[in-house]
């Protein structure tokens, strides 16, 4: 049998998750999934600077936001912790000793380097193939240093020992690490130990081929859960981000991607971020959500809104009609708020344009009268009202439809509109349309 395959993720907390980061742990979480071993999350927090509580707290709400579980870790456990490097000390002392026994350290100005074998390193990658690094030169290839003169670590060594203390089968992480992994297997080789495999995945740019920085549109997880994303959609897109399942297919669930995910199947190309794309997977989950799941998503922005809707489920109607409307979670308080206030505002170029012509104010008296002797109110029924309304005043229906629309929820556009007349009553429909009728007489 094959020893369980184990995988980490080991973030440093620089105070947000970078969506190669992000990406990242998705690749690992899907390969250990697939081949059911153990994904591990590793905290990389040598640098004490930078390194604090809440910057620690975005990557896990990151993860978990995304779904991304970890088997072993901060706030989880598991039998290779502490999962800090910080509190790790104990065991870099120990490898730090291993290594200056064996004569592969010299102390230098009070930092200790470890004297590179000079050999020619091969890196046989999952992704990127063999390679050769010749570190047989001094000049181009200085001796790494391992430890600061103030005793703290550097990220090479740690990285290293925790990897071989974790037991750790496979190392995937961005193409940005290819270049530290000769050094890192001179490590490995001389702690005695048998390196990892290694997948170096492929480097995210912009779309104009430019590195993605903190700063681009779309790098931090936490924008998207701010703008109202679904967690699988953005899995989806972060999946594709470097792999593809190879059939053209874009649309995937989280099951498909675990079923179908594997190193193999990672490209070497770089991938190219795509705010647009992500957006048009978003709009594709959002509609294929359980309605109770949509309303569960949209809740918090709602609540932040200030919209009255008494019990979470009498949003539900609303919801129904406008989700396929909306591309974000974020955009639902404009499209819902006139359903839950009767002190909803006319968009005044919405209105001008509406109440342009002298006779909608007299089309929309007939047509309040006509809505007002409905027998019973229905989408169906409404629209049979306004349609007859317009023959009888020798209109035609789509001329009643903006002056209606704008005077029940004072904007030009939005859901269906005889949907959303069901929805509002009979009592309110007339009673909006017969305070328009009355607001824009007077303007
Ligand atoms: N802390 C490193 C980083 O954030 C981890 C690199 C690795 O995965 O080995 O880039």
């Known amino acids: 049998m094959n020893p369980e395959i184990r995988v980490r993720f080991a973030p440093s907390p620089t105070g947000y998750l970078h969506v190669g980061g992000a990406r990242t742990a998705l690749f690992n979480w899907l390969y250990a999934r697939h081949h059911g071993g ?31 579980d970890w088997d072993e870790g901060p706030e989880v456990g598991g039998a290779h912790g502490p999962y800090f490097q910080s509190q790790r000390e104990d065991i870099y002392e120990t490898y730090f000793q291993k290594l200056l026994a064996s004569g592969h350290l010299y102390e230098d100005g009070g930092a200790w380097r470890f004297r590179s074998l000079r050999e020619i390193v091969v890196v046989d990658d999952i992704v990127c193939g063999r390679i050769e690094f010749d570190l047989s030169n001094p000049e181009t290839h200085p001796d790494m240093t391992i430890r600061r003169p103030d005793g703290s670590w550097i990220f090479h060594f740690v990285n290293v020992v925790d990897d071989i203390e974790m037991g750790i089968t496979h190392v995937i992480r961005g193409e940005d690490h290819l270049s530290n992994t000769p050094k890192h297997l001179e490590l490995f080789k001389a702690l005695g130990c048998q390196p990892p495999s290694y997948a170096h995945i492929p480097l995210i740019l912009n779309k104009d081929g430019s590195k993605m920085s903190k700063r681009d549109a779309g790098a931090s997880i936490t924008g998207y859960i701010e703008a109202g994303y679904t967690p699988g959609a953005l899995r989806n897109y972060l999946s594709l981000l470097g792999w593809s399942p190879k059939d053209n297919r874009e649309l995937l669930e989280l099951e498909e991607t675990v079923n179908l995910f594997d190193l193999s199947k990672v490209n070497r190309k770089n991938a190219h971020f795509d705010l647009d794309k992500c957006l048009w997977l978003n709009t594709q989950h959002l509609t294929k959500l359980p309605l109770e799941r949509f309303r569960e998503m949209c809740l918090p922005f709602i609540k932040k809104a200030g919209i009255a809707f008494g019990q979470p489920e009498a949003l539900d109607p609303v919801l129904a009609i406008v989700r396929e409307k909306v591309k974000l979670c974020s955009e639902i308080p404009a499209w819902i708020s006139y359903f839950f206030t009767e002190d909803y505002t006319f968009d005044p170029e919405a209105a001008r344009k509406a109440f342009a012509s002298p006779v909608v104010l007299e089309r929309l008296t007939a047509l309040v009268a006509a809505f007002d002797s409905v027998p019973e109110w229905s989408a169906a029924s409404a629209e049979a009202a306004l349609k007859h309304t317009a023959a009888e005043l020798g209109a035609k229906p789509n001329e009643l439809l903006l002056p209606t629309r704008v005077s029940v929820s004072g904007r030009p556009s939005g859901p269906n509109l005889f949907p959303m007349l069901e929805i509002l009553g009979q009592k309110r429909t007339v009673a909006r349309l017969r305070n328009a009728i009355t607001t824009h007489a007077q303007a």
Do not use: P, S, Y
């Open 38 to 68: 153990k994904f591990v999350l590793r905290i990389e927090d040598t640098d004490k600077a930078r390194n604090t509580q809440e910057a620690v707290q975005v990557i896990l709400d990151g993860l978990r936001w995304l779904g991304l």
